[in-house]
C-alpha cells in the first residue's frame, strides 16, 4: 500500500469526525459510535490488524475512559458540593470584588488559576475544575467551556508536574541509541532533555503571551451582546500584561529548573501579580464588560448547572478563606502527590492494573483511583462535608446531581477513547505497515520537505486530537519528528519542541476533551460548535510555533549536540 493511500485511509477517521461533529454539526452521542466503528473498519480491513488486537484495543480504551469519568465526577461532584454548602456564593461575589468584569474573571480564573492546576494535575483537570467555577458565577455554559479549553495550550507541556516531557518526550524518543551518541559527542541525556525543556518554555512563552488576549477576544466576539472584536480589544494592556505574568516566570523556570514546575511557578505568580492588579485597576479599562441578561441567551449556550445554581439561594454564604480553602486543598494534595515519591507511592499502592489485554503485547491500562485526580477531588469533598459543616442531605443531592451529569459524558467517551487506542496500537499489523496517526505525519514530511517545519506543531496537535493527550502524542511521534529533523540535517531539539508545544495546542481541539469539559457543566449535544470555536486559537497556536521554528532552524541556524551537517 502507497504512502498516499495510507495517508488517505489513515484520516478518514479524523475527515468523519469533523464532518459529523462540525460540519453537520451532528451530537457527539451520535457522530462518535459511528467513527469508532469506522475505524475498526478500516483497522481490521485496510491495516489488516488481528480483530484480537482491535478488540483489546476497545478494552483498553473502556478502562481508561474508567479513569477519565472519575476525574470527571470528582470534579463535578465538589462544584456541587461547594454549591450546597453555600462556598460558591462567597467564591462569585469575590470575584465580583476583586473586578465585576468578566473580561478580568475569564482571566483570573481560567488563565491563571487553571494554569496552576494544570500544572499540579493534568490530564483536563483544569478544564473540568475551571470551567464549572465559571458557570458558578454567571458564565453561559458554553463559554465556559471554550474558555477552559483554551487553558489546555500554553501550560500543558508543562502539565501534571512535567509528565508530558518526562513521560511523553522521554518514552518517544530512543532513548538508549541517542544516549550513546551524545556520550560520544560529549554531552548527555540529561543535558539533551533539558535542551528541548528549554525550547518547549521559550516557544510557549512567546506564543502563549497573546492568549488571554485571544481568550478576551474570543469570549466579546462570541458571547457578547454586540459580538464585537474590538471589546475584547480594549483590554489588550491588562491581558498582555496577565500573559506576561505567567509566561515570564514559566519561560524561567522551564530554561533554568526544568519541566516539573513552570506551569505550577507561572501560575502561581501570575495570579499574585495579577490579582493585586485587578484590584488597584491596574491597566483596566473604565468601561466594564457583562453578557446580556440570561433570559436572552441562546439555549444552546445554557448547561444543566446554570439552573441548579441560580435556584439555589436559600443557603448562606460562608467566608472566602473557607469557601476558598477546597480548592486550595485540592492544589496542595496534587503537587504533593505529583512531587514526594513517599506519598506518590502510598497513592498508587492501591491500583488495578491489565497488562497484555487480550494477550496481545504493549497494549495494557491501569486504574489508581487514590492518584488519579478524581481520589484528590473526592477526597477534597469529604473534608469540605465536615470543614464547611454540611448536612448529609446535602451531600447526598450534590452526589446525585453529579452521578446523573456523569452519564451524559460516559455513553460518548466509551467510544471515543476505545477509537482513539485503535489508531494508536494500529502499527501491530499484516502487513508491517505504521501505526495510523505516523503513516499520516510521514505523507506530510514526504510532501513538504524542507519547509516540514512549519507543520511540526500541526503534528504534534494531530496527535493530540487523536489521542486527546500530549503525553501519548508525544509517546507517539517524537521519534518521527526527530528522524525527519535528521534528513533534514536541522536541530532535533528544536523539531521535537516543536511537536511538544504543537500537542500542547492540539488539546483545545482534542474530542474527549472537549466532551469531558461539557459534562462538568451539564452541555451535551453541543461538542461541534464548541470545536468551531477552539480551533480559531488552534490555528493560531501551530502556525505561529511552525513560523518560529523556520526561524530559529533556517535564519537563526540553531543547531544541537546531535543536529547534522
Known sequence: MSIEVQALLAVLPIALAALLLIGLQLSARIAMPVVYLATAAIALIAWEVSFNRVLASTVQGLLITVSVLWIIFGAILLLNTLKHSGAITSIRAGFTNISPDRRVQVIIIAWLFGSFIEGASGFGTPAAIAAPLLVAIGFPAMAAVVMGMMIQSTPVSFGAVGTPIIIGVQNGLDKATLSEQLAAGGSSWEIYLQLITSEV????????????????????????????????????????????????????????????????????????????????????????????????????????????????????????????????????????????????????????????????????????????????????????????????GELKAAIGESSKTLIGAGFVLVFTIPMVRILINSGVNAQDLASMPVAMAEYVAYVFGNVYPLFAASIGALGAFIAGSNTVSNMMLSQFQFGVAENLAVSGAIMVALQAVGAAAGNMVAIHNVVAASATVGLFGQEGKVLRKTIIPTAYYVLMSGLIGLFALYVMGVTDPLSVG
Open 201 to 392: 518554555a521559550i516557544i510557549h512563552g512567546l506564543v502563549g503571551t497573546l492568549i488571554p488576549l485571544f481568550m478576551i477576544m474570543m469570549l466579546t466576539r462570541f458571547f457578547g451582546r454586540n459580538k464585537s472584536w474590538t471589546e475584547g480589544l480594549s483590554v489588550a494592556p491588562f491581558a498582555l500584561f496577565a500573559g506576561l505574568a505567567f509566561t515570564l516566570p514559566y519561560m524561567a523556570t522551564g530554561i533554568f529548573l526544568g519541566p516539573e514546575f513552570p506551569s505550577l511557578i507561572g501560575g502561581l505568580v501570575g495570579l499574585a501579580i495579577v490579582t493585586v492588579a485587578a484590584r488597584h485597576n491596574f491597566l483596566l479599562p473604565k468601561d466594564g464588560w457583562d453578557f446580556a441578561p440570561a433570559k436572552e441567551w441562546p439555549s444552546d449556550w445554557m448547561g444543566q448547572l446554570e439552573v441548579k445554581i441560580d435556584s439555589l439561594t436559600e443557603k448562606m454564604p460562608i467566608s472566602a478563606t473557607l469557601a476558598w480553602f477546597p480548592y486550595v486543598l485540592v492544589a496542595l494534595i496534587l503537587v504533593a502527590s505529583r512531587v514526594s515519591p513517599e506519598f506518590k507511592g502510598m497513592l498508587k499502592s492501591v491500583s488495578l492494573g491489565f497488562k497484555n489485554i487480550l494477550g496481545e503485547q504493549g497494549i495494557s491500562a491501569g486504574f489508581a483511583p487514590l492518584y488519579l485526580p478524581g481520589g484528590v477531588l473526592v477526597f477534597v469533598v469529604l473534608v469540605t462535608f465536615f470543614l464547611h459543616r454540611m448536612r448529609f
